[in-house]
Each structure stands twice: as structure tokens, then as C-alpha cells.
């Protein structure tokens, strides 16, 4: 029952560094998800990919990029980091984006320091 | 963006005690989700609502959707400690709008 399975669980970076963040669903689902989580300031989404071959810019993308890679993986990379990307770094999946009601299901985070 | 707002931030209350926490938005949802996460975990799914005036009931926790489908409250009845974490409220638009969550609420319960 591994679920959303994410990788690493901690990092820490340097400004100006570059860094990939896994993201693997093993429930078959069609649309991934990837958020970050600040104090005081719930969940945003930075990207998102509706189905295989496709991505979507969500609330906060600039400084990110994405890559689905398969039906499975769900990458989100971060080509020059910045401190103001210190956060905590969810990746969530769903059945289908297209249908009502659709729960997201999580994985454990990723926690990233950007010094 | 839809903005959903949650009250209060934080909350510390004794075992037993009872409990309400809101979520409160200017914009109409579809339906609206409540996620319960624990320190070093992801959000996990409590109950989705859906019709207007709704009412839930998952155990010790109740959940309602306001008649007009902009707010939502949870009453935890008889706290017990573990029933801490952060809870997420989550609404979702009409057409292609994305999952929106709140700001979360953190309930700390003491034994």
C-alpha cells in the first residue's frame, strides 16, 4: 500500500542550485499534482497534470518546471533555487481531475532549505 | 483565486472538551473537503460535502456545509489527543477550477 511515494524527504540546497523532486503513484490514477505548503498559508499548487502528456501551470509556477514522465511519475524541478522556495513540497494524485468530487490522495512531503 | 479562510489559526483545548472550527469563503463551491495532517504526513481525506445544508457525521466529528455553499464547520465532540494535527478545508470550483485549501487550523489536544 505504498500509495504517493516521494522522494527525498529532506534537502537542502544552496541559492542558485538546481534540484528534481520525484513524485510516483502506484494507484493507476490519471491526474498528478504538485503543491507547496507555507505557515499561515495552507496548500498552493504549482503545477499539475490533468493526464499523461499534459501539464498545467497552477496558482505559484514561476521558478518551477514539471515533467510527467509517465502515468506513474510526477517530477517538479527547481533549475536556479532561491530562498523564498524554503517549503514543504506535496505531491498528490487523483482518480481524474475531469470528475466532481475527486479526493486527492498524498504523499509524505518533501522538506526543502534553500540557504 | 478563491480564497478560503479558516478559523481559528490555532487551538488548544483540554481532553473531552468539545469544538468548532470554520471555513469561510466569498465564493459559491461545488463541494467542499475536509483533510485532517499529521505532523510529518500528508493530508489525508476526511469526508467531502457536497449539497448545500449537508451534515456528516464520521464518529465524534461533524461536519456541515453552509445552505449557500460558501462556508463549512467540523465539531469534534469529547476531544481526545488524537484528534491533534492541522485541518484543511478544500473547496472545489465549477467547470475546471482547481481543489482551493485553506489556511489550516491547528488543534493541539491536551491529555
Known amino acids: 500500500n505504498a500509495g504517493v511515494t516521494q522522494t527525498p524527504k529532506f534537502q537542502v540546497l544552496k541559492t542558485g542550485q538546481s534540484m528534481t523532486l520525484q513524485c510516483a503513484q502506484d494507484?493507476?490514477?490519471?491526474?498528478m499534482y504538485w503543491y507547496r505548503q507555507d505557515p499561515g498559508m495552507g496548500l498552493r499548487l504549482i503545477y499539475y497534470s490533468a493526464s499523461e502528456g499534459t501539464t498545467d501551470k497552477g496558482e505559484v509556477p514561476n521558478g518551477y518546471n514539471v515533467s510527467r514522465l509517465n502515468k506513474r511519475e510526477f517530477s517538479l524541478r527547481l533549475e536556479s533555487a532561491a530562498p523564498s522556495q524554503t517549503s514543504v513540497y506535496f505531491c498528490?494524485?487523483?482518480?481524474?481531475?475531469?470528475?466532481?468530487?475527486?479526493?486527492?490522495?498524498f504523499g509524505d512531503g518533501t522538506r526543502l532549505s534553500i540557504l | 483565486t478563491q480564497l478560503l479562510e479558516q478559523s481559528p489559526q490555532f487551538l488548544s483545548i483540554q481532553e473531552g472538551e468539545n469544538l468548532t472550527v470554520y471555513c469561510n469563503s466569498s465564493?459559491?463551491?461545488?463541494?467542499l473537503q475536509w483533510y485532517r495532517q499529521e505532523p510529518g504526513e500528508g493530508p489525508v481525506l476526511l469526508v467531502t460535502v457536497v449539497t448545500g445544508g449537508e451534515v456528516k457525521k464520521l464518529k465524534r466529528l461533524t461536519f456541515q456545509f453552509g445552505d449557500a455553499r460558501k462556508d463549512s464547520s467540523l465539531h469534534i465532540t469529547a476531544a481526545q489527543p488524537g484528534d491533534t494535527g492541522l485541518y484543511l478545508c478544500?473547496?472545489?470550483?465549477?467547470?475546471?477550477?482547481?481543489?482551493?485549501f485553506g489556511t489550516g487550523t491547528r488543534l493541539t489536544i491536551i491529555p
Open positions: 494507484m493507476n490514477h490519471n491526474s
Open positions: 498528490a494524485s487523483s482518480v481524474d481531475e475531469a470528475t466532481a468530487y475527486q479526493p486527492q490522495h
Open positions: 478544500a473547496g472545489e470550483g465549477f467547470g475546471n477550477e482547481k481543489l482551493t
Open positions: 465564493s459559491v463551491f461545488s463541494s
